[in-house]
């Protein structure tokens, strides 16, 4: 469970470090940019990094895959306590 929950919070971590990048990306002195608010800005960066490429939906099945390894995993522990 601990590996697979570590998995998960990396593959989280490299979201968040994508996103961070692609917004400082953005040029600050243009008009455009400065009129929005940091949640649009967000959004075009990620929007942005999803028409890059396919790393964002290869990040997304490595995360499902991971949370349900850990679902698996959490049940499998539970199953086991309730039979003691």
Do not use: N
């Not at 469970?1 to 490299?14: C, D, Q, S």
């Not at 290869?58 to 309730?82: D, I, K, V």
């Amino acid at each position: 469970m601990i590996v697979a929950r570590w998995r998960e919070m990396r593959i989280v971590v490299m979201h968040t470090g994508k996103q961070a990048v692609e917004i400082l990306r953005q040029p600050q002195d243009s008009p455009d940019v400065a009129a929005h608010a940091m949640p649009f800005r967000a959004w075009t960066a990620f929007h942005d990094t999803l028409s890059a490429g396919i790393a964002e939906p290869l990040l997304g099945r490595c995360e499902t895959r991971f949370h349900r390894q850990y679902m698996a995993c959490r049940r499998a522990l539970l199953a086991a306590r309730e039979k003691k």
